[in-house]
Structure formats: C-alpha cells, structure tokens
C-alpha cells in the first residue's frame, strides 16, 4: 500500500484562538460591568463638569517673597492636597513669582475646598498647664475652643513632622461624631507618654493647636503610651476628611491667602462634550461603513473588533475613574478621536496584508497565520513609535495636556490589545472553511483570482 504525504496537525491550533476569544468575552463583560452607564461611571473634568478654579498668594512670615524652592514645596502639596480631596485631574501650577492656581473639578463646596487648599497645616499638641498666657489658659479649661494662641506663650509637646499615619473614624460605637486618629513616631510616642503620665492624676488637658488655633482640649484620663492619639472635636466625617488630608500632605513652607476665585459653570463644557461624542460616533460609524463596502465579509470583523475597542477603552476610562486616577477633558476626547483612526488603519494594514498573502500565492489558511501575524506585528511598530510620545506628554506635560497623553496612551494599548485576541484569532478559525469557501462573501476571490492567474497558487500548506 503505497504511503501519502499529508500535512501535519500540529495540536492546539485551534485551542490558542479560541481561548484568546474567551478571554475577549469576559474583558468585555467586565468592561460593560464597569461603564454603564458611562455618564456616571467616568469622571469629567474641569472644563466639561464645572468646578472651582483659585487663585492664591503666597507670603512668608517675615514679609519675604517667597522663595523658588519654597513656592515648588507649596505647590507640591497643595497638589496632594487636591488629590486627596478626590478631584481627579485638578492641577496646581504656579502663576507668576508668588502665586498659585488651583483648578478643582466637580467640587461641591468650593468655600470648604479653599480653606483646605491654603491651610498651613501645623500641628502641635501643647500641655494647657504649661501655657503662660493666664487668661488663654484659664478659657481653655473652661471648654473654649477656636482661640488663636500667642507664638511664644507655650511650647508644644510634640509637632505635626511627629506623625506617621493618620486615619478616621467614628469617636465611638454610639457617637456620630468623627475622630482624626494619628499615629506617633518613637520621639512623639516617648514625649506624648511623659506628659500623659504625669497629667492623668489631674485629669489635665492637652490642647490640639492646628495653625496655631486651638482646635481642642480633652482631658487626660490615662497615660497614653503607645503613640496612638485620637484628635476629637464634633467633626463630622466632611471635616475629619478634611484635617485627614491636611496633616497627610503636610505642612506648608508658605502662609496662602486667598486671591480670587472662579466657579465654572458645566453649561459650556456639555454642549463640548456632546460635540465631541458625536464627532467620535459619526467618525466610527464612517470608518466601519467604509471598511464593510471595501473589504466585504472581513469589514464585518472589523466592524465587531471597532466595537470591541470602544467597549473596551470605555471599561478601561471607568476603572481609572474609580481608583480616581481620570477624568475626561475636552483634550482627552480629542485623544480619543484621534485612537479611532489608529484602530481603523491597524484592520487595515492586517486585513492588507492577509489579502496579499493570498495574492502571493499562499492558501487563505496560511495567509491567515503568516499574513496577520506580519500585518499586526507592522502595526505595533507604529503604534509604540506614538505610544511613546503619548506617555511623554502624559509625564512631562501639565494640566489638561496630560489627559490627551492618557487618554491616547490607554486607546493605543486596547488596540493592540483587540489585534492580539479578537482580529488575529477570528481570522484565523474563519479561514480553513468558512472563508475558504465563502471567498466572495469575504471578499477574497478577486485575491484568489489573480493569485491563479499568476500560477502562483500552494495548495494545502496551512503553516505560517
């Protein structure tokens, strides 16, 4: 019995494509789980949502301008301080030689953001006994609280630069009152616990002074030797939050005084935003209407990987704004817009090159393997050559331009990522037999045709 010379099955071809779809399947659904609905779901910036922008004056104790290191300082924690305050994308920038702007997006007190902003955030702890300022000392006892202390009628026991955690919380289980809990270092801990021990007996007070304002006073009960304190005062959580955020972010080398402020209304910024979804739709609805008449049956897959992009970079933007690392701006649509086109010349250059292969003479499943694959690995060269340029204007860049870089950045990687498990694998399983005998459909048979034509057609071989 004479032998034959058959391809060989290699296992696991179809396995590799068909996990790749399911993994597809499920990034899809986490994405639609994470964007619905998106209006809700992905944060907005400044310039589309409305917020406050601020202007502030920087001055020294001594009447000095401020210094350059001192003004980069002050900006630096004013921006964590805006950060904590869960304003995604809100900039610090300095203005001039001694001043700051602030531009906060979707705040809903702009007079409570303010006074976070510019508060000094200097906190000292300081023994009422010891104050040698009688009739301060005395309303202290009383319960008074919000008195302004004279610089040099007490020392305090311990300072802010003593803290290393600061957490809140209810007082206790049957209060609605919020307490500010620090945590001490070993030098705060050992000076906290000698004042404490020797307080209790006495049942003395210790005086929580922020910005040289007392804040307040409770007695001492017990020695407190473990470095762990609790800052109580009525706070609701709205202003626990708040001194949470100015003792994390520390202090301020500059005294701010508030200059002029500007609340921006959300009317401009949706109508911009409408504008700007639209112009991104009708874009994607041109691009897919175009790629379906050009290229047929493999238009169609195209069409679903578009789709699957969007779905995607939608999922992607809302889990940003949940961490609270994004909000969209009008820059960032643009970013968007222009990923849009990059998604439509990737199918492009890989559904190109496929169709040439099978012009070369290669059969439709060896083109499927060896054509894709070349057509996708040419289109993330292009793509990392503008992902880098992306993240550069993501990192170096300031403000609004960042989001551009982002939202660029995050379009370029789910288009590689939609290339890698959806393009290549569908193309892939279609090719031996639905597109192999639908050539027409799939726009195919002219490809054949003139492959024929030129003599040039291999018969059978299926490996890339």
Known sequence: ?????????????????????????????????????????????????????????????????????????????????????????????????????????????????????????????????????????????????????????????????????????????????????????SEGTAAFAATTSQLAPTHGKVAIVLDGVVQSAPAVQNSITNGRVAITGGYTADQANSLKTILQSGSLPVTLTYSQSQVVGPTLGQDSLMAGLISALVGMAIVIVYLLFYYKGLGILTAIAMICFAVLYLGILALLSYMNLFALSLPGIAGMVLTIGMAADSSILVLERFREEIRMGRSITASSISGVKHGIFTSIDADVVTLVSALALFFFASGTVKGFGLTLAIGIACDIIIMLIFKAPAIRLLAPKVIQNHQGFWGVKDDVAEAEANGEVVRGGDNG
């Open 1 to 185: 019995m004479a032998g034959r010379f058959q391809p060989r099955k290699r296992a696991g071809v179809k396995r590799v494509p068909v996990t790749l779809l399911v993994v597809l399947v499920a990034l899809m659904v986490f994405s639609i789980i994470m964007s619905v609905p998106p209006q809700e779901r992905i944060h907005q910036g400044l310039d589309i949502q409305g917020g406050v922008s601020v202007v502030m004056t920087a001055t020294t104790d001594s009447g000095e301008a401020p210094s350059s290191d001192d003004m980069d300082a002050a900006v630096a924690v004013i921006q964590n301080r805006v950060n904590a305050l869960g304003a995604s994308e809100a900039t610090a920038q300095r203005q001039g030689s001694n001043q700051i702007l602030v531009q906060i997006p979707g705040v809903d007190d702009p007079q409570a953001a303010i006074q976070t902003i510019g508060q000094v955030g200097y906190l000292e702890f300081v023994d009422v006994s010891q104050i040698t300022d009688e009739t301060m000392r005395d309303a202290i006892n009383q319960g008074y609280t919000g008195m302004s202390l004279t610089s040099g009628t007490y020392t305090p026991i311990f300072t802010g630069s003593s803290i290393t955690n600061v957490t809140t919380g209810l007082e206790s289980d049957v209060s609605a009152n919020y307490a500010v809990n620090l945590t001490l270092d």
